[in-house]
């Protein structure tokens, strides 16, 4: 009577063994700090609702005009005691050239929208291992920018009493500002400190920096926040300070992310596989070691019969 033999790849049992050991020996909490494949629509979800989420907190804080007139007076008085009060000098500056000032006024509007969902996107696609923690940088950044409003409301550079600043969305009739015109009274217009124009083109340009191969892409990415800075400026929405503040705001969120994980964002893994492929990539990885051994035979290894 025959005998049937069963040749198997040699440690497959051991690493499915050894992967499935780490998948139940982690905890909950274990879980969520490891870095895994993002899921598409969850991500699209999350950002949504912790955009609108944001808005309509920011949008909720108090107003406070009187304090928040009061702290912009006082942030001007600062910044003229240190020799930084250049803000309404720029205003007028870019003011005088129109292409320029239109330029800037439409910059402030779209690109803080839109360069950091790119990056989002770009993140997702091609670092999808960096995606979740540098993902919560931004968003621990935007989380502790609410405290800020909240605890310490200012008014921009545009709406100081007495100040001289030219309001150029105003002026220049161009869509833009979601605290100017006809859309001023869908925004807090006393949020004004920490920037999170800063904050987000910081976030931005440093990951672009520290994670694009191409240089002059690294370049631009650097180039982003410095040109951002001086839009705010130009524009009267913010002081050099609020660009502090959103600095700030920004180390604060990158240092969440690095107690979370364990490591800073850009220095994890670039990819992870996905969690449901982990026991066949085990298998495949195996199989293909068996094939590859000394002395192998050529194809995978498969039950046969003896006579």
């Known amino acids: 009577m025959g005998e049937t033999t069963v040749t198997k790849p040699e440690g497959l049992e051991a690493a499915l063994q050894g992967t499935v050991a780490a998948d139940t020996g982690r905890g909950p909490l274990r879980r969520l700090r490891t870095p895994h494949q993002p899921r598409f629509w969850f991500e699209i979800l999350l950002i949504a609702v912790s955009y609108w989420t944001y808005s309509l907190v920011r949008n909720a804080v108090p107003e406070q005009k009187a304090e928040a ?88 550079p545009r709406l100081m009493n007495g100040g001289g600043f030219i309001d150029t969305v105003m002026v220049h009739q161009t869509w833009g500002s979601m605290a100017s015109g006809d859309l001023k009274h869908m925004s807090n217009q006393y949020a004004a400190m920490p920037s999170m124009h800063i904050g987000w083109s910081l976030w931005c340009g440093l990951t672009i920096f520290a994670l694009a191969s191409v240089p002059w892409v690294r370049v631009l990415g650097l180039l982003y926040p410095a040109l951002t800075l001086v839009v705010i400026v130009a524009t009267a929405n913010h002081f050099w300070l609020d660009a502090v503040g959103g600095v700030l705001c920004l180390a604060f969120g990158f240092t969440v992310a690095r107690l979370w994980y364990g490591r800073h964002p850009y220095a994890l893994p670039r990819s992870v596989p996905a969690r449901r492929r982990d026991v066949a990539r085990v298998r495949d990885e195996a199989g293909e070691r068996e094939e590859d051994a000394p002395g192998a035979p050529a194809g995978r290894p498969q039950r046969s019969a003896a006579p």
Do not use: K, Q
């Open 69 to 156: 007139l009061r702290n912009a007076d006082w942030i001007w008085r600062a910044e003229h005691h240190v020799g930084i009060a250049v803000e309404e000098s720029v205003n007028h500056a870019v003011n005088s050239v129109h292409w320029l000032i239109v330029g800037m006024n439409y910059y402030y509007a779209t690109l803080h929208f839109i360069v950091t969902l790119s990056v989002l996107v770009w993140l997702y696609r091609r670092h999808p291992g960096r995606y979740a923690a540098t993902r919560l940088v931004l968003f621990a950044t935007t989380a502790v920018a609410l405290v800020g409003y909240y605890l310490y409301p200012l008014a921009p």
